[in-house]
């Protein structure tokens, strides 16, 4: 086994297409292979535990040797949140406004702080971690992209508040009690929120799409390919799942074949009966064939 330097495999596709199923197979494979896994699902439609056949709490937990499993809840998310930027938004808030501490839980509660601090939870694990290889199991599409969205967008607004507070410093300076710089406050969340962006767009970040080989799922592989593009993402991997052999999927593997063929490594993963549960059939979900070309990407 080739040490590998620390790598994010992360999951994206339509709902249902198998997402969780195969982040799960991939992990379980390569840490069978010797190589320390941290498998995580930002999916609060927690389905992680259904398809390992375990039970999973807040905490991580160690499900064998060199595999930890590790499911994001949305509590936990926004407790964290509160944790790490709580106490920086009340002294940024306090500063322009007379407010109390509720408003830590005010801005804990409005859209976008949990995708966003998702993100952010992702970037610090795999800083802080030790480990190999993060496997990340994404939500759906839509929540998916939304994300990204919501990350691109914090950045943007950050860069307007700051032009908000200049604006209104000279009456701040006038009311103002503490001291602390809440200027800089605002440009470390941004300064963060770049962080976070080029982490997604670094060469470590293996992207994969998932998608069943038919005729809506390959029209929404092909959008979400472009839109990580535009992200500055570039997806290397295509699972087309689920694949059992009808005249229609023989047809849809085809196009993707002429369509991603060149552009990124494409593994298809057949339909099994029954549906795969548990570390065991996971581990034969994948041929060796198909850990061996990961792997290829990783090492890469
Ligand atoms: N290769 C396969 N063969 C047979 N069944 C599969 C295969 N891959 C996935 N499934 C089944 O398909 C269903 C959807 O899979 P999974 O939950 O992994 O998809 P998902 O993309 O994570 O869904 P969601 O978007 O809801 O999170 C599950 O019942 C799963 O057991
Ligand atoms: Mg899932």
């Known amino acids: 086994m080739m040490r590998v330097p620390k790598k994010l495999v992360s999951f994206w596709g339509k709902g249902g297409v198998g997402k969780t199923t195969l982040s799960s197979a991939v992990a379980v494979s390569l840490s069978k292979m010797g190589y320390r896994t941290y498998l995580l699902s930002s999916d609060f439609v927690p389905s992680l535990q259904d398809v390992l056949g375990v039970e999973l709490s807040r905490e991580p937990l160690e499900l064998s040797e060199n595999l930890v499993v590790d499911q994001l809840f949305e509590e936990k998310v926004i407790e964290m949140w509160k944790e790490r930027f709580g106490e920086e938004v009340y002294r940024v808030a306090s500063s322009i406004f007379p407010v109390g501490r509720e408003i830590i839980d005010y801005v804990a509660g409005a859209p976008g702080i949990v995708e966003e601090f998702t993100l952010y939870y992702i970037y610090e694990l795999y800083r802080n971690e030790d480990f190999d290889v993060l496997v990340w199991d994404t939500m759906a599409t839509g929540g998916g992209l939304r994300m990204l969205r919501i990350e691109k967008e914090f950045y943007d607004h950050l860069g307007e508040a700051v032009k908000l507070y200049l604006r209104v410093k000279g009456v701040i300076d006038r009311i103002r009690t503490g001291s602390e710089d809440p200027l800089k406050l605002i440009?470390?969340?941004?300064?963060?929120?770049?962080k976070v962006l080029d982490f997604l767009r670094g060469s470590h970040h293996v992207a994969s799409l998932v998608s069943r080989s038919l005729p809506v799922d390959y029209y929404v592989a092909t959008r979400v390919y472009r839109e990580l593009?535009?992200?500055g993402i570039p997806v290397k991997m295509l699972f087309v799942n689920m694949v059992s052999g009808s005249a229609e999927e023989n047809l849809y593997f085809k196009k993707f074949y002429d369509s991603f063929g060149e552009k990124l490594t494409l593994l298809r993963v057949p339909r099994v009966d029954p549906?795969?549960?548990?570390?065991?059939?996971?581990?034969k979900l994948l041929e060796k064939n198909d850990v061996d070309t990961i792997l290829s990407l990783l090492e890469g």
Do not use: C, Y
């Not at 440009?187 to 770049?194: K, P």
């Not at 549906?275 to 581990?283: A, K, M, N, Q, V």
């Open 275 to 283: 549906s795969p549960r548990g570390i065991d059939s996971l581990s």
């Open 187 to 194: 440009e470390s969340w941004r300064e963060l929120a770049q």
């Open 229 to 231: 593009l535009e992200f």
